[in-house]
């Protein structure tokens, strides 16, 4: 797979196409790139909540050893397989199991493509635990700053203990407080332990306090949504999952006032036109993207303008006239 398309994003960029365009490999790369410039703190929740992608925790491993290029304001990530700059980040505390490791390597260049600038290193081992094979990273940091705070998943069903824990770590209480309100009507009451004592978050419904799951499936992507909108990047796979369409247009509306970057992928019409169309009226077209990820690897770009006005089109190729 190999795309040489240079991508012009803008605030919220809607990332369409039929199975088999790689669509989610895209936002994973994104992700990848974007891993070794965050916080050190935000790291292990992420990368916890990131592999949620793909279900998966081997996800960056596989997705390093294959190989991808990003360029991001002067930053450009690329897969690394050894050598003396990935061997110098720190090991990981358990043996690994013969499979080599792999990195992610960010460099910053100022935009020139020269590999003289200061780098930022995320190592990748697999080894092996009482649960089965699984990978840990480790970082050497370089470039000197912080890049975004982003968060990227897809809504899984049901969430689990794990996921809730890194969630919550990423959350700001406040902000998400008020969009789980303006999305849901209903409060966020921040982390309290279950029946069984395990941390998950709480909202609050009337006199009653619930965990998000027992919301229904639609109202749990909608609150994972709210919350996450507190972050400055937001990296979302299939956002129409579970959602009924009022709550699309609702979620649509929640994304449009909301002060996140948005990288959404999506298979859905009526996701793709509730999106649109919310920001067609409220004439901010220019914050929006539409990028088609075809099966011959070509990526057709639409202003926001432009996709809204080839929404039959982009709609009849979701329905599957890929």
């Known amino acids: 797979?190999?795309?040489?398309?240079e991508l012009e994003v803008g605030r919220v960029n809607l990332i369409t196409g039929c199975n088999g365009t790689f669509k989610t490999t895209f936002l994973e790369a994104v992700c990848a790139t974007l891993l070794p410039v965050s916080s050190a703190e935000d790291i292990p929740a992420l990368y916890g909540l990131a592999k949620f992608l793909r279900m998966d925790d081997l996800w960056l491993y596989i997705l390093a050893w294959d190989g991808f290029e990003v360029?991001?304001?002067?930053?450009v990530g690329c897969s690394i397989r050894g050598g003396a700059e990935l061997l110098s980040v720190t090991p990981p505390s358990m043996p690994a199991l013969g499979y080599p490791p792999v990195g992610v390597k960010v460099t910053a260049d100022g935009g020139g493509g020269s590999d003289g600038g200061a780098s930022t290193i995320l190592r990748i081992d697999v080894h092996l635990t009482q649960s089965g094979i699984t990978a840990t990273i480790g970082v050497k940091p370089g470039l000197g700053v912080v890049g975004p705070r982003f968060v990227a998943l897809s809504t899984p069903n049901p969430i689990t203990p794990e996921f809730a824990n890194n969630l919550m770590r990423l959350v700001d209480y406040s902000k998400a407080a008020g969009a789980t309100v303006e999305l849901l009507g209903a409060g966020f009451g921040g982390i309290k332990p279950d029946r069984f004592n395990r941390p998950m978050p709480v909202v609050l419904a009337g006199d009653r306090e619930l965990?998000?799951?027992?919301?229904?499936?639609?109202?749990?992507?909608?609150?994972?949504?709210?919350?996450l909108s507190s972050r400055d990047v937001v990296i979302y796979d299939n956002i129409e999952s579970h959602m009924?369409?009022?709550?699309?247009?609702?979620?649509?509306?929640?994304?449009?006032?909301?002060?996140?970057?948005?990288?959404i992928s999506t298979q859905s019409a009526e996701a793709l036109e509730a999106l649109l169309v919310e920001f067609y009226r409220a004439k901010e077209m220019g914050d929006v993207r539409v990028f088609e990820f075809t099966k011959s690897h070509r990526i057709h770009q639409y202003s926001g303008e432009d996709a809204y006005r080839s929404i039959s089109e982009l709609s009849e190729d979701l329905r599957g006239q890929c």
Do not use: E
């Open 244 to 263: 009924h369409p009022a709550l699309l247009g609702r979620v649509a509306s929640l994304i449009r006032r909301s002060k996140s970057q948005w990288f």
């Open 71 to 75: 360029g991001v304001d002067g930053l």
């Open 1 to 5: 797979m190999a795309f040489n398309s």
């Open 211 to 227: 965990p998000p799951h027992l919301l229904g499936s639609g109202s749990l992507a909608g609150f994972l949504i709210a919350t």
